[in-house]
């Protein structure tokens, strides 16, 4: 939790059409790891909506309704890409020395999944 501010000030959020990315997106969707009120308040003050479930054992109100939990429930087609994209052995252990390499070989595993689940169906 102590390192989300810190991995959002290297966030860049494309833009639909033309323009530069954005440098802060407007909301922020994680699980239960970052359910604290001091982080959704200093979110807010940054203008990100902070969208993840309460923790059980959560001591004060909720702060939030079901509405916004919505979006949480489709993150599941993230984690399952990274899992796709971990069946390649040579990207999880990252024996590369050069990013350009790791992305290359990146794009060519996401370019083989696409391709395998065109011709198997989804």
């Known amino acids: 939790m102590t390192l ?3 991995a959002l000030t290297q966030v860049s959020v494309p ?3 033309r323009g530069r990315p954005r440098q802060k997106p ?3 969707i994680y699980d239960k790891a970052a359910d604290a009120d001091a982080l959704r308040q200093r979110l807010r003050s940054r203008g990100i909506d902070l969208i993840c479930p309460h923790r059980r054992n959560r001591k004060r109100a ?3 309704d079901g509405r916004k939990l919505r979006r949480y429930k489709r993150r599941w087609k993230v984690e399952r890409t990274i ?3 971990g069946n390649f052995r040579r990207l999880v252990v990252r024996w590369d020395r050069y990013i350009e390499v790791y ?3 990146f794009h060519i ?3 083989l999944i696409t391709l395998n689940k065109l011709l198997n169906g989804f």
């Open 83 to 85: 899992s796709w994209v």
């Open 26 to 28: 407007t909301r922020l």
């Open 103 to 105: 992305r290359g070989f």
């Open 4 to 6: 989300i501010e810190r």
């Open 62 to 64: 909720s702060l939030q």
């Open 15 to 17: 833009r639909r059409g």
């Open 109 to 111: 595993a996401c370019m």
